[in-house]
């Protein structure tokens, strides 16, 4: 029997994306797999279902929840969707193991073995791999598309027979993979842009797509390549500096994040208030709390003339590209473990240890372990 590969609907508010898009079915039915996917489940995201070829469909969720080997999902599932899966089921999605315990003991029960994409290891053989930057690039690109929305300053430089329009200024804090796309788009769009990250390695980067780098002298690389928290001391260096190119600027796209922690509290409501009215900040960092003291989840808040934007999943707002790139991510981990329409994990391979959350009854990731069971 071929392995059945399930993809949903999703039912989380705002998502709007798919995990399985019709040229990645394609690929996994010619592997071999079997492929079921509930009716309507790229529709949101303008992959209707006649452009699915060679898919098997699904009337409901339950069914394909019953019914699948592999799920593939974009949000982490419900503990009632839990329950509905196989015993031996294989799930690869967003879990947030950080955060969502009874879904991760509820899979632990099940039995269930489940794959983190936000735990697949950042390293070069699995970057065709990485959900985490795909989406990221989305969120950095429409971040500055929201801005300049909202602006009501031009971000190129005018030459007009009504006089010349200077371009408008964007700073951008957290050079990662979202803030670099958020460089190069606003850059491609005329602005005069500058970047802060705490790893120093960020600097050349930012100074490659054409922005200069706002140097602060705190410099604070954590593990795996990624940022570690500042110490009280870094903090008020790193505010002094750049509360001055807060001010500055007429757009401001925060984007700083710390693995497993809430987002550092960069631009503070004194900062805000040094801004010119008309400026914008939008805040991609508003689902973990916001990198600005004053952003509220999901809304858009004005302060004294100053629009804080705080967006939730700005990849949905990019759908088609954003199931597209996701889709290709997971095809590329489970492609390795298909083999004549049969999947078998190779567990030496550190994608797949690194990614696991759940097996055998266990809670494989350590760190998400010692915070359930102690
Ligand atoms: P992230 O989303 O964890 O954080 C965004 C950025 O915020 C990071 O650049 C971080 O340094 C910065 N930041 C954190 N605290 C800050 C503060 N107080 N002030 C200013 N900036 C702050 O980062 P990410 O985009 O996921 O990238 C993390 C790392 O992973 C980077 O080193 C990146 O190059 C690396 N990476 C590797 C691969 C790969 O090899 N497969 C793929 C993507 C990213």
Redesign the pocket.
């Known amino acids: 029997m071929p392995v059945t590969i399930g993809a949903l609907r999703e039912s989380a508010p705002r998502e709007t994306r798919v995990s399985l898009v019709p040229e990645v079915v394609a690929k996994l039915t010619q592997a071999g797999a079997r492929v079921l996917i509930e009716r309507g489940a790229g529709g949101q995201a303008n992959f209707p279902d006649s452009l699915y070829k060679g898919t098997e469909w699904a009337d409901s969720a339950g069914q394909v929840l019953g019914q699948a080997d592999v799920l593939t999902t974009v949000q982490p599932l419900s503990v009632e969707q839990i329950a509905l899966l196989k015993p031996s089921a294989v799930l690869v999605g967003y879990l947030q193991p950080y955060a969502r315990f009874p879904e991760v003991k509820a899979l632990r029960d099940r039995k269930i073995t489940s794959f983190a994409v936000e735990l697949i290891p950042?390293?070069?053989r699995?970057?065709s791999m990485?959900a985490?930057?795909s989406q990221?690039a989305i969120a950095g690109y429409k971040a500055v598309l929201i801005a300049a929305d909202h602006l009501p300053k031009f971000l190129p430089m005018l030459t007009t027979a009504a006089g010349t329009i200077r371009p408008a200024q964007v700073l951008v804090?957290?050079?990662?993979?979202?803030?670099l796309q958020a460089i190069a788009t606003a850059r491609r769009l005329g602005a005069v842009v500058e970047a802060?990250?705490?790893?120093s390695?960020?600097r050349e980067q930012v100074k490659s797509l054409g922005a200069k780098f706002v140097d602060t002298g705190v410099s604070?690389e954590g593990q795996?390549?990624?940022?570690r928290e500042?110490t009280e001391e870094e903090r008020r260096k790193?505010q002094e500096v750049l509360d001055s190119r807060i001010a500055a600027a007429d757009a401001l796209i925060t984007?700083?994040?710390?693995?497993g922690r809430p987002a550092?509290k960069?631009v503070s409501r004194a900062a805000v208030e040094r801004m010119r009215p008309g400026s914008v900040i939008v805040d991609i960092a508003a689902e973990q709390g916001g990198n600005c003291e004053l952003t509220r989840t999901g809304e858009n808040v004005t302060h004294q003339g100053v629009t804080i934007i705080g967006p939730v999943n700005l990849p949905g707002q990019l759908a088609y590209n954003a199931s597209e790139m996701y889709a290709r991510n997971l095809l590329n981990f489970l492609r390795p473990a298909l083999n004549k329409g049969e999947l078998v994990i190779d567990w030496t391979d550190e994608v797949f240890v690194g990614a696991c959350v759940t097996r055998e009854g266990r809670i494989q990731h350590e760190p998400t372990r010692k915070a359930i069971e102690g």
């Open positions: 950042r390293i070069s699995a970057q990485d985490l930057s990221a804090i957290g050079a990662g993979v979202a803030g802060y990250d705490v790893r390695a960020t604070a795996g390549g990624y940022a500042l790193q984007t700083a994040a710390v693995p550092p960069i």
